[in-house]
T-cell receptor, first 115, second 115 residues
Framework: AQKVTQAQTEISVVEKEDVTLDCVYE???????LFWYKQPPSGELVFLIR??????QNEISGRYSWNFQKSTSSFNFTITASQVVDSAVYFC????????????FGGGTRLMVKP | NAGVTQTPKFQVLKTGQSMTLQCAQD?????MYWYRQDPGMGLRLIYY???????DKGEVPNGYNVSRLNKREFSLRLESAAPSQTSVYFC??????????????FGEGSRLTVL
């Protein structure tokens, strides 16, 4: 069975600090997809990134970067020079190849960025 | 551009009462989903509808029923509410899962309290 663990339930940083959100997953499939979603205070989840299991290249998008390592079953998310607007709950999620768009979510990490 | 709209946003029920959460999407998506969000547990899939006319159980279907009324609408019904169903409920939609994108579009959530 697939499982996603986000060990950090809450992180607090001061603006401009870098912060890394950890995500560890379990799956028996060789083909799977990993995701990060952001849930701002307004409530709705917003898609950030998708990675498939065959693409271990790290990705950078502005201040956001993702480090995918199959050897440790991890898909960590780093925010560089954090800003107050980054304050949100962040979810890592996993979908196996035959599961269509059905995602298994981690418990989420609440990030608080203080000015 | 409304996206995914859920109603009501807040509801308080007494144990044993019934209610229906409504969800509509205007993106012409084939697939729709109902998740519940509980502290520390992330989002868990209740039911999903891969396409109009089909529905399937997710991870936590007990105590719920769904109806895919048409391509736009997917409702979630609690026949006899229990305190364990106190949660935030999210409706989501996505393109045809056979074209797998993994990107779900979420509504703003419905906060339900069962006393």
């Amino acid at each position: 069975a697939q499982k996603v663990t986000q060990a950090q339930t809450e992180i607090s940083v001061v603006e401009k600090e870098d912060v890394t959100l950890d995500c560890v997953y379990e799956t028996r499939d060789t083909t799977y997809y990993l995701f990060w979603y952001k849930q701002p205070p307004s409530g709705e989840l917003v898609f950030l990134i998708r990675r498939n299991s065959f693409d271990e290249q790290n990705e950078i998008s502005g201040r956001y970067s993702w480090n995918f390592q199959k050897s440790t079953s991890s898909f960590n998310f780093t925010i560089t020079a954090s800003q107050v607007v980054d304050s949100a709950v962040y979810f890592c999620a996993l979908s196996e190849n035959n599961a269509g768009n059905m995602l298994t979510f981690g418990g989420g990490t609440r990030l608080m960025v203080k000015p | 551009n409304a996206g995914v709209t859920q109603t009501p946003k807040f509801q308080v029920l007494k144990t044993g009462q019934s209610m229906t959460l409504q969800c509509a999407q205007d993106m012409n998506h084939n697939s729709m989903y109902w998740y519940r969000q509980d502290p520390g547990m992330g989002l868990r899939l209740i039911y999903y509808s891969a396409s109009e006319g089909t529905t399937d159980k997710g991870e936590v279907p007990n105590g719920y029923n769904v109806s895919r009324l048409n391509k736009r609408e997917f409702s979630l019904r609690l026949e006899s509410a229990a305190p364990s169903q106190t949660s935030v409920y999210f409706c989501a939609s996505s393109e045809d899962p056979s074209l797998y994108t993994g990107e779900l579009f979420f509504g703003e959530g419905s906060r339900l309290t069962v006393l």
